[in-house]
DNA sequence: GTGATGACGGAAA
DNA sequence: CTTTCCGCCATCA
């Protein structure tokens, strides 16, 4: 499902259950920056949190890290905190 | 219609 | 292992 717009975009982020995250490039191939764009400015109306870097590490900031750590998502005790991603990343064509 | 922007990704050093 | 650089494409002004 490549999502090229921005509702396509949340549609896809609400299908995130908890627990897991998916990374800005799952969501927009070949346009992860067009991601973050889109989740600009939306407030609580998707779960925005869910989505993080490829490599684990966080976007926004600590705020995400907490709602994360509070689903169960598995984190690495690293400096820069960042997520297990085998674990915790969603596969593509899941919900 | 054109130009600039960005909650990124991947490669290179 | 870390840091730096370029490029991608949909939106906005």
Same mark, same amino acid.
Request: proline fraction near 11%; include cysteine; charge should be positive.
């Given at each position: 499902?490549?999502?090229?717009?921005?509702?396509?975009?949340?549609?896809? @982020? =609400?299908?995130?259950?908890?627990? #897991? @995250?998916?990374?800005? +490039?799952?969501?927009?191939?070949?346009?992860?920056? #067009?991601?973050?764009?889109?989740?600009?400015?939306? +407030?609580? =109306? &998707?779960?925005?949190?869910? &989505? @993080?870097?490829?490599?684990?590490?966080?976007? &926004?900031?600590?705020?995400? =890290?907490?709602?994360?750590?509070?689903? +169960?998502?598995? #984190?690495?005790?690293?400096?820069?905190?960042?997520?297990?991603?085998?674990?915790?990343?969603?596969?593509?064509?899941?919900?």
């Amino acid at each position: 499902m490549k999502d090229r717009s921005v509702e396509d975009i949340l549609a896809a @982020v =609400r299908q995130i259950p908890p627990g #897991f @995250v998916r990374t800005y +490039g799952d969501l927009c191939p070949g346009a992860p920056r #067009f991601t973050g764009t889109a989740l600009r400015g939306i +407030g609580d =109306r &998707v779960p925005w949190w869910r &989505v @993080v870097h490829a490599d684990g590490t966080l976007a &926004v900031g600590e705020e995400q =890290r907490r709602r994360l750590e509070a689903e +169960g998502v598995p #984190f690495l005790n690293a400096d820069p905190p960042r997520l297990d991603m085998r674990t915790a990343r969603l596969p593509d064509g899941l919900p």
